[in-house]
């Protein structure tokens, strides 16, 4: 236990520090639109400039960040004009209806799919052929929700491994038994079948979090959705480091948490 | 097919036909042409080899490395340092590590240019998965009675002769998974303005097309998405095969 909370820790860090090398090199980071205001005299931009040096020095920033971290502060987003822990707190809730939504509907639609012997393969088999981003157009077209685009994504994936699950699990020799004296399909679903596959189960559900997740970026930048994925792309477009740098060790942290949880449970 | 297609089809893909911007299919274009007046079929055509090369050559690029890597730690040779860059690699999702890497690479670029910086992101950011499964083989296969044979011989070809043959069925169905995991990439990196750069056409930069929501109208627009989606169900299929036989 202690070992994994260590392991996450260590990853989240090592993922905010590796964002935040990657922010400082990456191709206009050093300039501030506001240096093109005609407005700013010569002093002011000299002002901007050296702010924008200082930000470029990391490790005394990641400093300056645990030091705040440990006070709550999350720092500030100039992008945005506003606290980073405002700005979270304002996003989180849409990003995890949607991921919640998604989720459910994707866990219940996908294994409520897979336990019939005749499923829904070749369906599954063209949604899991087109990229998200092209679904997510698709729905936006016809007037979806984004959460119901999130379904749409997560379904296919979730009963391709359940099914093959179930298939493998249906086929065990103690099934077989209880199939040849009598039991009853349901019963033998949910005594024997589901039962057995349910730590694989549970390694799923931990990667199908991570997938949800990866997944809100393109849906909420392509439906304008205002969750923490529109805000991660914003903030990467505006190259706003802090704000990027909260976010990346935000979602390390749900993913990390959700694989620990898997293992541990596998364990 | 492809290839012998591009002498077939009416035009270059970046070549304008001023005078039919918007035109709808007809026997000269097929499929139409777009705002600009370039042949969608020409574009499609050309987009299909893009698309195609780039995830195949980023497969490579990324088993590649993670045959080296994950060979590498599977011997015991920088192991914890390897698994640990697999770790943080695999701590973000990858869509959101792709997209977040491309986003802060140079934007205005030639095409060219754009084409090299996805294959070389597509292929760097995609090896710590594929790793793990090589590391987990080698280190499999290093412990196996046969290697512990060949070792007791005094066999001086172990790597060559034994495990490099017994690793290359499961570094192959990696290439295979990576395909069509990276052709989505790319789409999904097109549709969104960080892949492919305008002239050159990709399936990614084609299906922007459907951004103006104009699809009911206009159901020749959706040709990439046939496409794309016959291309990347017949690797799922081959798949599937690859993994019933074995």
């Known amino acids: 236990m202690l070992r994994q909370l260590r392991r996450i820790v260590v990853l989240v860090l090592a993922s905010g520090l590796a964002c935040a090398l990657l922010v400082s090199y990456a191709p206009g980071t050093a300039v501030d639109e506001r240096e093109l205001d005609r407005r700013l005299n010569e002093a002011s931009i000299r002002e901007i400039r050296s702010n924008k040096a200082s930000a470029a020095d990391i490790l005394s920033n990641l400093r300056r960040y645990i030091v705040g971290l440990a006070k709550g502060d999350l720092g500030y987003s100039e992008s945005n004009h506003a606290s980073i822990a405002a700005l979270i707190a304002d996003r989180a809730p849409e990003t995890l209806r949607e991921i919640a939504i998604g989720l459910t509907g994707g866990w219940l639609l996908g294994l409520a799919l897979a336990i019939p012997k005749r499923g829904f393969s070749i369906l599954a088999g063209l949604l899991l052929s087109l990229p998200i981003a092209l679904i997510a157009y698709l729905c936006l077209a016809a007037g979806a929700k984004s959460f119901l685009v999130l379904v749409i994504v997560l379904t296919p994936r979730i009963y ?39 730590p694989q189960l549970l390694a799923l559900a931990a990667a199908s979090a991570s997938m949800a997740i990866g997944a809100a970026i393109p849906i909420e930048a392509i439906c304008d959705v205002p969750g923490l994925g529109k805000l991660a792309w914003n903030a990467a477009m505006a190259r706003d480091l802090p704000l990027l740098v909260n976010l990346t060790m935000l979602v390390a942290i749900a993913t990390t948490v959700a694989t620990a949880v898997s293992e541990i449970r596998h364990d | 097919m492809l ?36 042949d969608r079929l020409s574009r499609l055509v050309y987009g299909t080899r893009v698309s195609l090369l780039l995830a195949t050559a980023s497969a490579i690029l990324s088993c590649i490395a993670a045959a080296a890597l994950g060979g590498l730690a599977g011997y015991g040779i920088a192991d914890k340092l390897i698994l640990a860059s697999a770790d943080l690699f695999l701590s973000l999702p990858w869509m959101f590590l792709l997209l977040m890497v ?54 001086s070809r172990l790597l060559r002769r034994h495990l490099i043959p017994n690793v290359m069925p499961i570094l192959w169905a990696q290439l295979w998974i990576t395909i069509p995991a990276y052709v989505l990439a790319e789409t999904t990196l097109g549709m969104l303005g960080l892949g492919v750069m305008e002239p050159l056409p990709s399936w990614g930069n084609l299906l922007r097309e459907l951004e103006g929501g104009g699809i009911a109208g206009h159901p020749w627009l959706l040709a990439p998405v046939l496409l794309l989606a016959a291309v990347v169900g017949s690797f799922q299929v081959i798949f599937e095969r690859e993994e019933y036989s074995v």
């Open chain 2, 3 to 38: 290839v012998v297609f591009t002498a077939l089809i009416p035009a270059r893909y970046e070549r304008q036909f001023r005078d039919s911007p918007n035109a709808s299919p007809s026997k000269q274009f097929p499929l139409g042409t777009d705002d600009l007046g370039r």
């Open chain 2, 102 to 155: 491309r986003a802060f690479l140079p934007l205005n670029v030639s095409p060219l240019l754009s084409v090299t910086i996805t294959f070389l992101l597509l292929g760097a950011l995609g090896w710590a998965g594929p790793a793990r499964v090589i590391r987990a083989a080698v280190r499999k296969l290093s412990n196996s009675d046969f290697m512990l044979q060949a070792r007791a011989t005094g066999s």
């Open chain 1, 160 to 198: 391709r491994f359940a099914r093959n699950l179930i298939t493998q699990a249906n086929n065990a020799l103690h099934v077989e038994m209880a199939r040849a004296r009598g039991v009853t399909e349901t019963r033998i679903l949910f005594s024997h079948v589901l039962p057995s596959i349910s």
